[in-house]
């Protein structure tokens, strides 16, 4: 016995603190496969990145009242279409803002930090004069609702399976892209290269737009899984941007594999300490953690090799 509770009592606890630790792997993972393309392939820290996730949440609001007002047949999966448009409208915000703004600040990444985080504080006013100041939450299908009974003492949410399934794709399509594509090498040529790829007849301009647009985008679907475990409101956002470059630092800037190891370990160390300890505390143990290693190994789990 341990305490109030019995061993299978403590390892169905256990499994299900796994099981949820998965989930927030989930969500970290789909933060930070957005943040590690703009960042790690590009080196702008955008501190926006936490708005362009809450605006993928705010469109599948959208979509979800909608469907139910105009197409109620189409609720059952109206999810597929919300998080479709979310990655449009997030991707075409993030390819007006490179535009308009970070195309201006390449090879100056204090000052991509610094002209984000005043974007963050516009975006996040907006969102507030828009939807209002007040969380909202977004209505779920029925056959996303209840819990899959694994065990007699082990229920699965199944919007977590669903979670899980939506990550495990994004992340074999983001992979795809990045390293069997055409545009993906193209990507990479750039990374390595940028006076170089421009000389054998790379769009670079291009290439920097449309690789932003799709961190963004794949932040507005992160926004759309989080409406399932979380209300939206305009500052949400930012509860998980700190997070999210925690993971794209630990994991390896410039590593994409790296990233989905290092938010892994996060969330599970996290999620397990939380069973044990106070929710702050499991963060600051995490944290310090986190820091200890870096500072043994300051670039990351897993590095980017470079041809030198």
């Known amino acids: 016995m341990f305490g109030d509770y019995s061993i299978s009592d403590l390892g169905a606890i256990l499994a299900m603190q796994g099981f949820a630790g998965l989930i927030l792997f989930s969500v970290y993972v789909l933060m930070a496969l957005g943040l590690a393309i703009i960042f790690g392939q590009m080196g702008v820290i955008n501190m926006a990145h936490g708005?362009?996730?809450?605006?993928?949440?705010?469109?599948?609001?959208?979509?979800?009242?909608?469907?139910?007002?105009?197409?109620?047949?189409?609720?059952p999966g109206y999810f597929f279409i919300a998080m479709m448009l979310a990655f449009v409208a997030s991707g075409a915000l993030g390819m007006l803002v490179e535009w308009a703004l970070i195309r201006h600040l390449y090879k100056r990444p204090l000052d991509t930090l610094l002209a984000t985080w005043g974007l963050s504080l516009i975006l996040q006013q907006a969102y507030r004069s828009i939807f209002g100041a007040r969380e909202v939450g977004v209505e779920l299908p029925e056959w996303m609702m209840g819990s899959w009974q694994a065990t007699d003492a082990i229920q699965i949410p199944i919007n977590g399976m669903f979670v899980m399934g939506l990550t495990i794709l994004i992340t074999i399509a983001v992979f795809y892209i990045l390293f069997w594509s055409s545009w993906g090498k193209q990507v990479r040529a750039v990374v390595q290269n940028r006076v170089m790829a421009g000389a054998v007849g790379i769009n670079t301009e291009k290439v920097d737009r449309y690789t932003f647009a799709l961190g963004c985008g794949i932040a507005g679907i992160a926004g759309s899984a989080f409406t399932m475990i979380g209300s939206t409101g305009p500052t949400a956002g930012q509860l998980y941007i700190v997070d999210t470059f925690l993971v794209v630092v630990f994991g390896g800037a410039a590593s994409l594999f790296g990233t989905i190891a290092s938010a892994f370990s996060i969330s599970q160390t996290q999620s397990t300490l939380e069973f044990f300890l106070s929710g702050s505390m499991a963060k600051v143990i995490t944290l310090l953690t986190i820091v200890a290693i870096l500072m043994v190994r300051p670039q990351g789990l897993f590095a980017l090799k470079v041809r030198k």
């Open 51 to 75: 708005e362009f996730m809450i605006l993928g949440a705010y469109v599948t609001w959208m979509t979800s009242s909608a469907v139910q007002s105009v197409a109620p047949w189409l609720f």
